[in-house]
């Protein structure tokens, strides 16, 4: 079974941009699987905000969030990463990777992104 | 855009009770619907997927039900560890989850 690990919490400010890594262990990282990135802001419910498939290199963003979410694969790392530029105080939320098509059977542990002035 | 909503927003129980979740879809979702479960501080659970195949290590007491718009979780009886933030996700247009159903120690 494939274990996420992910980046440490962050604080950022309103207007800059944050990137959290989430490194995959155990299984095949290039086969045929996808990652997605799933934020919990307080408040709120869970909101899936994009996907990657590492073998085919291509990603994909919920309309809320194109233009300012990035998310990328390092094979060689085995490492998805989350980059979400512009930010906002409603970004305030804890990201969770996640790994499976089309429902997420393993979820990394969470990072809490804070921004703030 | 699908749109999931989940009733009620706050369920009140006690341990041994029966809790009866539901979950509406804006337009019909076939059977493309899971459940989570989620903890402060953890991260979500799936619990069942598929609209009513429970996931692995997932116990009996949970069941999912439904299809098209309409859909239920049922725990038949709440053990202390099920008190929780139960949210459904739906697969059929991408992917988005529900607000959430918090399930609360009477």
């Known amino acids: 079974q494939v274990q996420l690990v992910q980046s440490g919490a962050e604080v950022q400010k309103p207007g800059s941009s944050v990137r959290i890594s989430c490194k995959a262990s155990?299984?095949?990282?290039?086969?045929?699987?996808?990652f997605s990135w799933v934020r919990k802001a307080p408040g709120q419910g869970l909101e899936w905000m994009g996907r990657v498939v590492p073998i085919f290199h291509s990603s994909e963003y919920t309309q809320k969030f194109q233009g300012r979410l990035t998310i990328t694969a390092d094979d060689s790392t085995s490492t998805v990463y989350l980059e979400l530029s512009s930010l906002r105080s409603d970004d305030t939320a804890v990201y969770y990777c996640?790994?499976?098509?089309?429902?997420?059977?393993?979820w990394g542990q969470g990072t809490l992104v804070t921004v703030s002035s | 855009e699908i749109v999931l909503t989940q009733s009620p927003a706050t369920l009140s129980l006690s341990p041994g009770e029966r809790a009866t979740l539901s979950c509406r879809a804006s337009q019909s979702v076939n059977t493309y619907l899971a459940w989570y479960q989620h903890k402060p501080g953890q991260a979500p659970r799936l619990l069942i997927y598929d609209a009513s195949t429970r996931a692995t290590g997932i116990p009996a007491r949970f069941s999912g039900s439904g299809s098209g718009t309409d859909f239920t979780l049922t725990i038949s009886s709440l053990e202390p560890e099920d008190f929780a933030v139960y949210y459904c996700?739906?697969?059929?247009?991408?992917?988005?989850f529900g607000q959430g159903t918090k399930l609360e120690i009477k």
């Open positions: 996640t790994k499976g098509s089309p429902y997420f059977a393993d």
């Open positions: 996700q739906q697969r059929s247009n991408w992917y988005s």
């Open positions: 155990g299984g095949s990282f290039s086969a045929r699987h996808t």
